[in-house]
């Protein structure tokens, strides 16, 4: 899984709320610096979480949270959420989510985050097309080898509304690390985001990198995994650069991106739980074929 539909809630008000005259955008290199370390930092404590004994998992450092997530529910919140880290002329979103698979294991759940072709039918309508460049093996499980080649796909995103469609090309890269037997996590980090302009007509074209609405220019994300209790905990951190809300109207936005920001997260969790459940069961119910032809072919 990946941040395709995080970028979606920007869109608020870059095309609902923002004048047509003032939609367009420049990503300036003061930003794109300031993206840079933001996630070297993300990145120091995504491992610093997986070596240093501390606590792995979000959900495990709350029992509330733990019990939420355990009963079926969803746990999320925003990183930092007295404020949005907020640049010159860009703003920087973090959240963090987590579900609870049961009756999966860690091979179910990468069998799906990594079959990026699939990603057009598991995470319709946000994804319009995907497939994959480069897909390191085996896919079921975390690789040992680390020299070996990261992930390599990419993703038309397409967001629809009442007053225009939104599109972008995008391509990302995605490194997979083990931390034991039964677990592991996975950063995806996009290297690619391309607005295009009028897209599905005949005159579609590509906008230059950093050029278009804002609504989204960079994206990363950190997936964990453990397997216990009967099935997998899944976790999805992401973060995005996007163009920063106008001062103006910034009280009235703000509240208004959180709520979307929030249900974007949830839907994305829904959608690889029931697309990893959907699998397993599929296996289950195979399984129960071959015990019972193994049982009716026995002398």
Request: glycine fraction near 6%; charged fraction near 20%; proline fraction near 4%.
């Amino acid at each position: 899984m990946t941040l395709f539909s995080f970028w979606r809630v920007i869109i608020i008000f870059n095309l609902l709320i923002i004048p047509p005259a003032t939609n367009a955008a420049t990503l300036q290199p003061a930003a794109l610096r300031e993206w840079g370390l933001y996630i070297v930092s993300a990145t120091a404590k995504i491992a610093d979480r997986a070596t240093s004994g501390k606590t792995f998992l979000w959900t495990d450092e709350n029992a509330a949270r733990l019990a939420k997530v355990r009963a079926g529910g969803i746990a999320l919140t925003q990183i930092n959420p007295k404020v949005s880290k907020r640049l010159p002329s860009a703003l920087i979103n973090d959240w963090v989510g987590a579900v609870f698979i049961p009756k999966a294991k860690i091979r179910d759940v990468l069998s799906v985050v990594r079959t990026y072709a699939r990603y057009e039918d598991i995470y319709r309508p946000n994804v319009a097309d995907s497939k994959a460049t480069v897909t390191g093996e085996p896919k079921d499980s975390f690789s040992t080898n680390t020299a070996a080649p990261k992930d390599r796909f990419s993703m038309v995103l397409l967001n629809k509304t009442y007053l225009v469609d939104t599109a972008f090309a995008t391509a990302y890269e995605v490194s997979y690390v083990g931390v034991s037997n039964l677990s592991g996590y996975s950063i995806s980090q996009s290297t690619l985001v391309q607005q295009i302009d009028g897209f599905g007509a005949a005159n579609q074209r590509l906008l230059s990198v950093g050029e278009g609405s804002g609504i989204i220019w960079q994206l990363f994300s950190v997936m964990r995994y453990v397997e216990r209790d009967g099935g997998v905990y899944l976790e999805l951190e992401a973060m995005g650069l996007s163009r920063n809300i106008p001062g103006s109207i910034r009280w009235m936005i703000q509240p208004m991106v959180r709520r979307a920001l929030r249900a974007s997260l949830t839907t994305s969790l829904r959608q690889t739980e029931a697309a990893v459940r959907s699998g397993t069961e599929a296996t289950s119910r195979k399984a129960g074929r071959r015990a019972v032809e193994v049982e009716t072919t026995t002398p």
